[in-house]
């Protein structure tokens, strides 16, 4: 016998979410504690909470990254439409000035695809990162353009939680942790190379290198 449902019975139902009407809900994975043998830290004991105005929340659906300064084509870039371009993971260690470190799988963009869209224009050498509590730091352009540098969205497999810098965190390979700028806003290519970001401009060293005192 062919049983039809009511209509008004799966009026009820879609209201009280019982049928899902749309594709599936993805949820947030389980933190990731090992990758390919090797150990990572836990986000909750791993870290410090260092930043200049504490911890930032960032409403995703508000969010925007733009890409400004010496670009042919300047962008503007939703948070979605970050996350649908192609992504990498790499185990990378956090070294802060303050004597603790991390090792972590982050997950996320290269910032080299982000600015290659945009197209940096003759002359441009520097790249300056801003974000939302006012904070900044620079590199050399060749520094991401020449290497893998991940601006991250997920760590040990969950997304970065307002504390570690969701929406964005700037995976600073060979860098001390103040070069490792959260809560990015904006991307700007410049002909500055003398730029001294927040802690630069107070004595830390602009280059950031791990070989290198970070002070001086």
Known sequence: MRYVIPFVVIWILLVSGCLN???????DGVEVREYHGQKLDSLEHAFRENSIKGPQYVEADAYTLQVTG???????????????????????KLYCVEGW??????????VKDIVAEAVPKEGANTIILYAYDGYSTSFPLDY??????????????????????????????D???????KWITSIEI???????????????????????????
């Open 175 to 181: 860098k001390w942790g103040y070069k490792w700028i």
């Open 101 to 110: 470190e991390a090792t972590i799988l982050w997950e996320g963009v290269l």
């Open 21 to 27: 009407s749309g594709g599936p809900i993805e949820l």
């Open 190 to 216: 410049s002909d500055n190379n003398d730029y001294e970001g927040y802690w630069e401009s107070r004595g830390y060293s602009n280059t950031g290198d791990l070989d290198e005192s970070f002070f001086g």
């Open 70 to 92: 010496l670009v042919e084509n300047q962008k503007i870039y939703t948070y979605d439409s970050v996350l649908e371009k192609q992504s990498y993971e790499k185990v990378v």
């Open 144 to 173: 991401v353009m020449e290497n893998d540098i991940i601006m991250a969205y997920k760590m040990n497999g969950v997304t970065l939680p307002p504390e570690r810098g969701f929406p964005f965190q700037l995976i600073a390979e």
